[in-house]
């Protein structure tokens, strides 16, 4: 292949990278809303199968049958590994097996299962995407060479990200480990931002509103602020749920820590200050199209929060909200990189 078709191939697959990130933020949002994160119990397989178990009795030990080294079964409501490939007798031997040493979570729940596994199947989509937007970054290495090294970054940080999918699940689901996850994410995200607004064409008026910098920086680390502080948050909401399970949602966020308070009311500041942008750019007679964007994610951020605290988290409501959260830092972000190119 060529460097030119590769040029071509660059900012597609830097489009559809950034598509498949926010796809697998959005679905990990889903598997801690229906508490799936242990429906697959190992990494990288799910219950040692690489296509996991549709229902229990494919995970139960039988007479004569050929296991693969590695392939689980449940045993006595425990894991247990096959220590090698071979074909089992008429009885259970123990000598065949070696325990699961990771954790001691030994529950099958095919949905949970399936909803993890497609959460797991996106991230290795994604993995695979940003693998191919290096290679094609290669093909501006001369006239571009930040193309191939922010590549470069973000296959790392997918493989550093992986790994840390694995350190979640073995830890069964320690909450700031989940955090630190969620994190790189949106590491990622800025990175794969960043890339494309090299690649945008501007608007020549960007050109009059270079000094709001200062004022995109200290939006986008409110939104950071305001992120970090909903992920505590959905700490303790995540101890409610698994106190009082998901169908008492009811529930969630009797007697919440100060902290969900002073997140609900930073929310005003965060408007506050997009108001003020927004004021700004008014003045300047020029709005520009992602600010718009920004504004109305900001606003239905704001409503997603509201949606859950007083409607008693309905279905949808978590993974949209993150989601929206993730969106509004990544325009943030592309529209500050904008006015700096501008500069």
């Known amino acids: 292949m060529t460097s030119s078709p590769m040029k071509k191939l660059y900012k597609?697959?830097?489009?559809?990278?950034?598509?498949?990130?926010?796809?697998?933020?959005?679905?990990?949002?889903?598997?801690?809303?229906t508490g799936s994160g242990m429906g697959c119990p190992d990494w990288p397989k799910c219950f040692g199968y690489f296509i996991p178990p549709t229902e229990r009795a494919q995970l139960d030990w039988?007479?004569?049958?050929?296991?693969?080294?590695?392939q689980v079964i449940i045993v006595d409501e425990s894991l247990r590994v096959a220590a090698t490939d071979f074909v089992s007798s008429l009885n259970y031997e123990e000598s065949n097996w070696k325990p699961y040493t990771k954790h001691d979570y030994a529950i099958f729940n095919p949905t949970h299962t399936w909803i993890e596994f497609i959460n797991r199947l996106l991230g290795a989509l994604a993995g695979l995407a940003t693998l191919i937007l290096l290679i094609t970054a290669f093909g501006k290495l001369k006239t571009d060479p930040?193309?191939?090294?922010?590549?470069?970054?973000?296959?790392?940080?997918?493989?550093?990200?992986?790994?840390?999918?694995?350190?979640?699940?073995?830890?069964?689901?320690?909450?700031?480990?989940?955090?630190?996850?969620?994190?790189?994410?949106?590491?990622?995200?800025?990175?794969?931002?960043?890339?494309?607004?090299?690649?945008?064409?501007?608007?020549?008026?960007?050109?009059?509103?270079?000094?709001?910098q200062g004022l995109a920086v200290i939006a986008i680390i409110l939104s950071l602020i305001q992120i970090g502080m909903g992920t505590q948050v959905r700490q303790y909401v995540d101890g409610q749920m698994h106190q009082y399970n998901l169908t008492q949602a009811s529930q969630w966020l009797l007697n919440p820590p100060s902290l969900f308070y002073?997140?609900?009311?930073?929310?005003?500041?965060?408007?506050?200050?997009?108001?003020?942008?927004?004021?700004?750019?008014?003045?300047?007679?020029?709005?520009?199209?992602?600010?718009?964007?920004?504004?109305?994610?900001?606003?239905?951020?704001?409503?997603?929060?509201i949606w859950m605290a007083y409607f008693d988290f309905p279905f949808s409501s978590q993974p949209l909200h993150l989601v929206l959260a993730s969106l509004l830092f990544g325009a943030q972000s592309f529209l500050l990189f904008i006015i700096k190119g501008k500069s």
């Open 12 to 33: 597609p697959f830097l489009i559809t990278s950034l598509v498949l990130v926010y796809l697998v933020i959005a679905a990990g949002s889903v598997v801690r809303m």
């Open 62 to 70: 039988k007479p004569n049958h050929f296991y693969k080294n590695g």
């Open 146 to 212: 930040i193309a191939p090294i922010g590549s470069a970054f973000v296959v790392l940080g997918m493989g550093f990200q992986g790994w840390l999918g694995k350190t979640v699940v073995d830890s069964n689901l320690l909450p700031f480990k989940i955090t630190i996850h969620m994190g790189m994410a949106l590491l990622i995200v800025l990175v794969l931002i960043y890339l494309l607004s090299r690649e945008q064409k501007t608007e020549a008026q960007y050109n009059y509103i270079t000094r709001f």
């Open 262 to 305: 002073f997140h609900r009311s930073f929310s005003i500041l965060v408007l506050l200050v997009h108001a003020y942008w927004g004021y700004l750019f008014i003045k300047t007679n020029h709005i520009p199209s992602v600010f718009k964007g920004i504004v109305i994610l900001v606003g239905l951020e704001i409503l997603t929060g």
